[in-house]
């Protein structure tokens, strides 16, 4: 995560008393070599950290960021390349950005909120004003709903976040032009790091396991059954856990952000599994097995009480179409179907 490459330095310099400016890509046309969302930092004593092109543009903004902390006002700055520029400031990869310049407020509960967020790995939405009027002030909303910052007025505060809460679902970023009340704005979504649940301790459970913890994933594989669940086959787990559904997911941690692969192939673990991930409205929730078994499955759950629109949101089968045979190619074509969710492709 980006952000985390200034927040530390941030925090030191202000410990030490020392004023900083920040420099936030808010926008990205074409290519270029760093997402929304980099930033560039700059105590008033001339110390670095960050970087939001890699190297291209910062020079210039560091006599940005020192004219800033000089008096100057916040300032959205845009950067491109074209033939007449090649030999000035600009990108040489052709693309074209928008880098927000604004002074980091140490006093700023937003800050240490959204720091507390990243150390508990919450999730969070940060807002930040472009237009002139909000330029540089922030808002941030963390997912159970506690308000830090603003943008000045509580009707634009409610608007933007109301347009922002969908980044929840996917992370990432997005500049945000409202009409009512008219601003421009840059939202970005922090999520905690990606967690995937595996019920059922089967071959393609430890081919996916290996993948998704290569990726970065934490993995928790659930099985009540000792023979299944021995760690030794799961070597990238965070942990396994010899329990039956309910109890293994609740301690790989319920919540909208934790994905479930359910993989036993046994009513018992895959019915339980399925509603405790569809009750806690678990981002993905993929079933392995065929149309007979998903039909199966969706019955029991009925007969649980689900309605239709909570059972559609399961996966099933489980994966990509691939025509992918094998463990190995089951958990591939798996981990892409979940990684597509994950950016919102699916």
């Not at 110390?47 to 800033?68: K, M, P, T, W």
């Amino acid at each position: 995560m980006s952000i985390d490459e200034v927040l530390a330095p941030l925090r030191s310099w202000s410990a030490e008393g020392r004023r900083a400016g920040v420099a936030t890509l808010v926008r990205v046309r074409r290519s270029a070599p760093r997402l929304p969302g980099a930033r560039f930092a700059v105590s008033e004593d001339g110390r670095l950290a960050g970087s939001v092109s890699s190297g291209c543009v910062e020079g210039d903004l560091h006599e940005h960021i020192g004219q800033l902390l000089a008096g100057g006002e916040p300032r959205l700055l845009h950067y491109g390349i074209t033939d007449e520029m090649a030999a000035d400031v600009g990108l040489a990869c052709g693309g074209e950005i928008d880098v927000l310049v604004a002074p980091h407020d140490p006093a700023s509960p937003v800050w240490n909120a959204l720091g507390d967020v990243l150390d508990r790995r919450g999730a969070a939405l940060l807002v930040t004003g472009l237009s002139e009027g909000v330029r540089g002030r922030v808002l941030l909303e963390e997912a159970e709903g506690r308000r830090f910052g603003g943008l000045g007025d509580a009707a634009l505060d409610e608007a933007a976040l109301e347009a922002a809460r969908p980044l929840l679902a996917t992370g990432g970023t997005e500049v945000v032009e409202l009409e009512e009340p008219p601003a421009a704005l840059f939202a970005e979504a922090f999520l905690p790091p990606p967690r995937l649940a595996i019920v059922g301790a089967s071959p393609v459970a430890q081919a996916l396991c290996r993948l998704a913890a290569w990726l970065g994933d934490e993995v928790t594989v659930v099985d009540p059954r000792e023979a299944f669940a021995d760690p030794s086959k799961f070597p990238g787990a965070a942990r396994v856990v010899r329990a039956w559904p309910e109890e293994g997911l609740a301690e790989a941690g319920l919540d909208r952000w934790l994905d479930v692969v359910v993989l036993a192939h046994d009513r018992k673990l895959d019915v339980p599994a399925l509603e405790t991930a569809l009750r806690a409205r678990c981002r993905y929730v993929g079933q392995i097995g065929g149309s007979r078994t998903q039909r199966l499955r969706r019955e029991a759950l009925e007969e649980r009480g689900l309605d239709e629109e909570t059972i559609d949101r399961i996966r099933g089968p489980v994966g990509l179409d691939i025509g992918a045979l094998g463990p190995g190619e089951i958990a591939v074509a798996i981990l892409a179907e979940l990684v597509a969710v994950r950016r919102g492709r699916a």
